[in-house]
């Protein structure tokens, strides 16, 4: 098993910035890829970004393109997110996801998931 413990969610005005943080823990072994999606009230939980093992492949969806980065340390087991330019429809619960292979963007791809970390951005 792998746990998953997200951090540094909050509220923000508009035009502002967050990053958030995932630390995995437990039965972390091999290559994988870690990825953050976010699910906004009454929607269904979107891809919003992930990074390979090696951190040389990384996917956004366009909505974030050009204002979010991830990254990742993998001597800490830990990936981020830094969101600049914030806007009221980034409004969303954040999640962390695992997958024990190379980088994807589908949901239903993705072995383990954090509890997730809200995220307000306000007008």
């Known amino acids: 098993q792998v746990q998953l413990v997200e951090s540094g969610g909050g509220v923000v005005q508009a035009g502002g910035s967050l990053r958030l943080s995932c630390v995995a823990s437990?039965?972390?072994?091999?290559?994988?890829?870690m990825a953050w999606f976010r699910q906004a009230p009454g929607k269904e939980r979107e891809f919003v970004s992930v990074i390979a093992w090696s951190g040389g492949s990384t996917d956004y969806a366009d909505s974030v393109k050009g204002r979010f980065t991830i990254s990742r340390d993998n001597a800490k087991n830990t990936v981020y997110l830094q969101m600049n330019s914030l806007k009221p429809e980034d409004t969303a619960v954040y999640y962390c996801?695992?997958?024990?292979?190379?980088?994807?963007?589908?949901?239903?791809?993705?072995?383990?998931w954090g509890q997730g970390t809200q995220v307000t951005v306000s007008s």
């Open positions: 996801a695992v997958r024990q292979a190379g980088v994807h963007s589908y949901v239903g791809a993705y072995d383990y």
């Open positions: 437990g039965r972390t072994f091999g290559n994988y890829a």
